[in-house]
């Protein structure tokens, strides 16, 4: 996921580091609200009904 305004800067990093899985694009900030994100970078796995099963 990211936070960044600049979605097309997001989107040149993605393709210039080859990043095959893909990236949420949260420039409202509202998953990273909705999932109390507050430091990036963080990991978290989420199930398939939205609840967080694991965090890093």
């Not at 210039?16 to 990236?23: H, N, P, Q, S």
């Amino acid at each position: 996921m990211s936070v960044d305004t600049d979605t097309q800067l997001v989107e040149s990093f993605v393709k210039e580091v080859g990043v095959t899985y893909t990236i949420l694009l949260d420039p409202s900030h509202r998953v990273a609200s909705d999932y109390a994100i507050w430091a990036l970078p963080s990991t978290y796995i989420v199930d398939e009904k939205g609840m967080i099963v694991g965090a890093r």
